[in-house]
């Protein structure tokens, strides 16, 4: 059968391997393995989350409050903005596709990160439009700057900190930058790890009010998957000025939250405390990963997420390695389709981390 002819320029989107997959193709007891290939929270989420999701179990037969107002009024008076500034995914990345979409179409452009999240492309490939790339590995606003002079994009997407490198964008540069942006040019900025930059470095920080107060042509997307704990209940978020939400609600399908996920979200932003002990230990972490690979002759990208990036030096080839320890049970993320002979580990628990020492050691 014949389909549009925009998907035959589109690689399906390749997640992390799930556990799952790794008992069947192995052999390996799902205890015997650790994931972290996917950015996930390695503690979970907040007891009290998970305490919420149960006492609202009676409630799965009822479609969910589509006003979402529970979760708009708690995120509201997080960022100190209006509800009506809101709109909510399932996933962030459903936010990406509405903002996308709704802006992008056959012919227009897409600028875009040489090395960043890999759904932005496939989202402006669906529409049809052209992706514009940076060469540059981290971001450098002053190519952004002259490859939007050049081609004049619907939409500019910066991932900062960025996925799957680590680093972030100095917030002062980005603010100068966007300053220089025609209004009708949409810029997205993809902050699923901000909660982490936040806390290691204020200069790195994008405040969403200040953002939406100063800019009208510019989205903050913000995630309950990573930081929260909650990858697997599927809800983010943007904020904008109304007039950019209520065209985004426009593409959204009705009740695309669902109750159980309502419920975890606005119970999750409760307790703060939660995820800034999770964040604090993620720190405390990732200096043995940065200690490991200077004890490696590893380069170290400074990362200001829950994950590390490791480049490996030529000789060792990042699926090979990926492979071996997925033989192991250890699961990694391999950034060969990034272009990126290196991989990228989330940090984990402890003993995970431990584990990913003992199992990549004799690999290096
Ligand atoms: C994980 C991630 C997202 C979205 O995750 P959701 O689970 O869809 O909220 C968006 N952008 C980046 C850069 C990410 O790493």
Not at 103 to 127: C, D, P
Not at 180 to 202: C, H, N, Q
Not at 242 to 269: C, G, W
């Amino acid at each position: 059968m014949k389909f549009n002819s925009v998907l035959e320029s589109i690689k399906s989107y390749e997640a992390g391997k799930p556990i799952e997959l790794v008992v069947r193709e192995y052999g390996i007891s799902p205890d015997q393995i650790v994931k972290l290939a996917s950015n996930e929270n390695p503690f979970g989420c907040s007891p009290r989350v998970k305490e919420a999701v149960c006492s609202m179990i009676d409630y799965m037969s009822h479609y969910p409050d589509d006003s979402m107002i529970k979760l708009k009024t708690a995120l509201a008076s997080k960022y100190g903005i209006d509800p009506n500034e809101l709109i909510i995914g399932s996933g962030s990345d459903q936010v990406i596709e509405f903002a996308i979409h709704a802006k992008a179409h056959g012919g227009s452009k897409v600028l875009m990160n040489s090395v960043t999240f890999a759904m932005y492309e496939i989202y402006a490939k669906q529409v049809g439009a052209q992706t514009i790339r940076t060469s540059s590995r981290e971001h450098n606003m002053e190519e952004f700057y002259a490859l939007y002079l050049e081609h004049k994009p619907s939409v500019i997407l910066l991932c900062t900190p960025n996925n799957p490198t680590g680093d972030a964008i100095d917030a002062e540069s980005m603010l100068s930058f966007i300053e220089k942006i025609d209004s009708d040019t949409l810029v997205i900025v993809d902050g699923a790890y901000m909660e982490y930059a936040r806390f290691k470095d204020p200069s790195k920080a994008v405040d969403p009010q200040d953002l939406i107060s100063r800019f009208d042509n510019v989205i903050f997307l913000g995630t309950f998957s990573k930081a929260y704990g909650l990858g697997g209940m599927r809800v983010g978020y943007g904020i904008a000025r109304h007039d950019i939400i209520q065209s985004l609600y426009k593409m959204r399908p009705p009740f695309n939250i669902t109750t159980l996920s309502l419920e975890a979200a606005s119970v999750a932003l409760e307790d703060e405390a939660f995820v800034e002990e999770c964040i604090v230990e993620n720190f405390k972490e990732m200096r043995r990963y940065e200690f490991f690979a200077r004890s490696k002759g590893i380069e170290v990208i400074e990362s200001y997420t829950n994950f590390i990036t490791l480049p490996l030096p030529e000789e060792k080839n990042s699926s090979k390695i990926a492979q071996e320890l997925l033989k192991k049970g250890m699961i990694v993320r391999d950034l060969s389709s990034y272009g990126l002979n290196a991989i990228r580990v989330t940090i984990g628990t402890e003993s995970q981390n431990d584990r990913f020492f003992e199992l990549v050691e004799p690999l290096l």
